[in-house]
């Protein structure tokens, strides 16, 4: 009897926390609608199930001229992965521009979006190589032999732990502002120059899932994220007038915390990673083209793109600056971003 009532307690309280925030898988799926909706060629959108059972939420768009055009075709695919709370929906204003001349594919990381949230482990190599496999069990359902791989963020992290351990199937790397390159300076958060009130609330922050405020909020979530985040509604006000991209951002992250809290077993303060990336860049193949994208204005510092080429001295390692722009390139300086990798994707085929 005791057991019983313990489990209704918890049952109970579990109840109350999902009423609290006002969202759900069905309003994360129709505002992601709504976005892809805007979307002007042929969009195949489905989950693409793993061996582990997880299913991941995959997008693939080609130009609708190049339905009876065996060729493009047969051009490498471009992949984009998303950084730390973000999902397929942002990709909104790169997609039709970047499918002109080769199939596109973008999907949710494993715990992120629409797609599944398995737990992940505390340890930080663990957690890295759960949605590193995951990522090469969606490419083997896929079918995909070879893959230009773009990655942004924490998508660029884990897109080059990938290409480190499957460089076969990756023809070009190409890393948008990514996280986790460099190791944590001697001064830790000190070095970023934030006033120490700051400096507090980030060690503090540490401590808990990095998104776990927006839940914590309950109705005032969908509020917090218009406030701390108002450049993301400027970014694609010429699609949306109203608040849907805050709303989709707010449903993606308001969801139980999964790939949040496998971020968080891969960083250090939020900020930095366990396993800074720089201690094994020098392990991709030196035949594997690499370019780097910053944005002119992020707090991402660019000079990282001439570290990792010079741990990689015989290999073409590219950096470049989009001025202007912040972390979010791709949604900020659209057309810059979308004209550089379409020129990266040109030197593949």
Known sequence: MHDETESDEKLSRSAWWTSWRPTSLSLLKNTETKILDRVQNDLWARFVSLPTQDRIWTLTVTHKSRRDAPKSCSRTPLVMVHGFGGGVGLWIRNLDPLCRSRPVFAFDLLGFGRSSRPRFPLDPAQAEQQSVISIEHWRQA????????????????????????????????????????????????????????????????????????????????????????????????????????MEYIYHC??????????????????????????????????????TLVYGGQSWMDSATGEQVARLRPNSYTHTMVIEGAPHHVYADKPDAFNAVVQSICDTVD
């Open 142 to 245: 896929l079918g995909l032999e070879k893959m230009i791989l773009l990655g942004h963020s924490l998508g660029g992290y884990l897109a080059t732990s990938y290409a480190i351990q499957y460089p076969e199937r990756v023809r070009h790397l190409i890393l948008v502002d990514p996280w986790g390159f460099k190791p944590v300076p001697p001064e830790g958060v000190a070095s970023l120059g934030c006033p120490r009130w700051v400096e507090i609330i980030i060690a503090m922050a540490s401590f808990f899932n990095p998104l776990a405020v927006v839940r914590a909020t309950g109705p005032w979530g969908p509020k917090l994220i218009s406030r701390v985040r108002p450049d993301f509604k400027r970014n694609f006000e010429e699609l949306f007038q109203d608040d849907t991209i």
């Open 253 to 290: 992250n308001a969801q139980s915390p999964s790939g949040e809290v496998g971020f968080r077993a891969m960083s250090v303060s939020l900020l930095w990673a366990k396993r800074p990336m720089l201690d094994r860049v020098h392990l991709l193949p030196p035949d594997l083209p690499v």
